[in-house]
């Protein structure tokens, strides 16, 4: 079965500075499908990031990067210039590439940007 | 456009009653997915439903929990003889289906507490 591990619970960071969230999962599939979700207090998942398996290139959208690495099936998710707003509950998710298209979620880490 | 709406926005409910939850999907949207967030948890798999194929159940914890989804777009999450361990935020998402759409466009959740 396919696992999605989120290491730190719980992690703060200064406003402006840069912070990493880490992710490790567990698969046997080649084709597949990893996300970023963002969960304000809100209780709104939005999508940070996606990225294909396929693609050695590291997906980015403006201050949000990953550090996507296969054969060690990691994929942390770098914040830069952390801002207020970024204040939420992140989660690392696993999809298939094959025909559902269910998702499969770490617990999450509590990201908090000081001020 | 509009977003994924769910209803009720939070719910409380005695032990032993029936619930349902309500999720109007993104239209157009053909692939429909029901999670459930427990406290202090990942997103948890229940169902999806793509088009006019029979749904994948294979999250549903009971037999008490049942899903429907009325004309390709609205569903209905059913939990029957509620119990304190079903409390928790319910989120659906729903995806655009077909090759290729594996974003997954999620809805302000419904938070269910059996008291």
């Known amino acids: 079965a396919q696992t999605v591990t989120q290491s730190q619970p719980e992690m703060s960071v200064q406003e402006a500075e840069t912070v990493t969230l880490s992710c490790t999962y567990d698969?046997?599939?080649?084709?597949?499908?990893l996300f970023w979700y963002k969960q304000p207090p809100s209780r709104q998942m939005i999508l940070v990031i996606r990225q294909e398996a396929y693609k050695q290139q590291n997906a980015t959208e403006n201050r949000f990067s990953v550090n996507f690495q296969k054969a060690a099936k990691s994929f942390s998710l770098k914040i830069s210039d952390s801002q207020l707003g970024d204040t939420a509950m992140y989660f690392c998710?696993?999809?298939?590439?094959?025909?559902?298209?269910?998702?499969?979620f770490g617990k999450g880490t509590l990201l908090t940007v000081n001020p | 456009g509009a977003g994924v709406s769910q209803s009720p926005s939070n719910k409380v409910t005695e032990k032993g009653k029936d619930v349902e939850l309500r999720c109007d999907p993104i239209s157009g949207h053909t692939a429909l997915y029901w999670y459930r967030q427990s406290l202090g948890q990942g997103l948890e798999f229940l169902i999806y439903f793509q088009g006019n194929s029979a749904p994948d159940k294979s999250g549903l914890p009971s037999d008490r929990f049942s899903a429907e989804r009325t004309g390709g777009s609205v569903s209905t999450l059913t939990i029957q003889r509620t119990q304190q361990e079903d409390s928790a935020v319910y989120l659906c998402a729903s995806s655009p289906g077909g090759a290729g759409s594996y974003e997954q466009y999620f809805g302000p959740g419904t938070r269910l507490t059996v008291t």
């Open positions: 698969t046997s599939e080649n084709n597949y499908y």
């Open positions: 998710a696993w999809g298939s590439g094959g025909s559902n298209y269910k998702l499969t």
